[in-house]
């Protein structure tokens, strides 16, 4: 049956205003996903999962006020759909921001000296070893609510969360070929397409 959904790919968009979609688009097509880069709300329309990029995440706010994005976003989130942001893209689910998970970013946390760095994190559930974090003037967590589960901390700075289906990280996992976050990720969006928790 086409539309069983332990067979159908998962539908993931990519916001796309700005930022590093390009390579998250890649990654999650090499993971065989179907994947569309979301500018507007009717491109939501039908996804299972969203990836929220790394980039700018002030020039973001922007692009997501001028398209009308907060709203469909806000709607996509409370549907249950898993939702991936990386570095800008977790400072764009905080508080502050779409107010869609109990955390406060704090943006450009490392310092101005420390602009970018890497660093191996053990996550749990990811097996192989450690993961290889590429840190580009990266947010941490600087305050989370009883809901969040911290899953990584760098200096005792939690730079990976879920609370819920939503998911974040301060680094890039689409950088290099590493490929465990994207497909975790993944397996929490087939896990809520096929209404199990992951
Ligand atoms: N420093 C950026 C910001 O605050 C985020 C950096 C990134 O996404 N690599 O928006």
Not at 96 to 116: K, T
């Amino acid at each position: 049956m086409d539309s069983d959904p332990a067979v159908r790919a998962p539908v993931v968009g990519v916001l796309a205003l700005q930022g590093g979609f390009a390579a998250h688009a890649k990654m999650l097509r090499g993971l065989g996903a179907e994947v569309r880069e979301v500018r507007t709300p009717a491109d939501l329309d039908g996804l299972d999962g969203l990836v929220l990029p790394g980039g700018e995440s002030t020039t973001m706010t922007l692009g997501i006020e001028r398209e009308g994005l907060a709203e469909p976003l806000r709607v996509f989130a409370g549907a249950g759909r898993p939702i991936f942001g990386t570095c800008a893209g977790l400072i764009m689910l905080d508080r502050d921001h779409l107010g869609l998970m109990d955390i406060v970013a704090e943006r450009n946390a490392f310092g101005r000296q420390l602009h970018s760095f890497e660093e191996d994190l053990e996550f749990p559930g990811i097996d192989g070893g450690p993961v290889r974090a590429v840190f580009i003037r990266a947010p941490w967590i600087a305050e989370h609510g009883p809901e969040v589960e911290v899953l990584a901390e760098v200096d005792g700075h939690p730079v990976a969360a879920r609370q819920g289906a939503l998911f974040v990280i301060s680094f890039h996992p689409e950088l290099g070929d590493d490929h465990r976050l994207h497909e975790r990720f993944l397996a929490h969006v087939r896990a809520a397409m096929d209404g199990t928790p992951a």
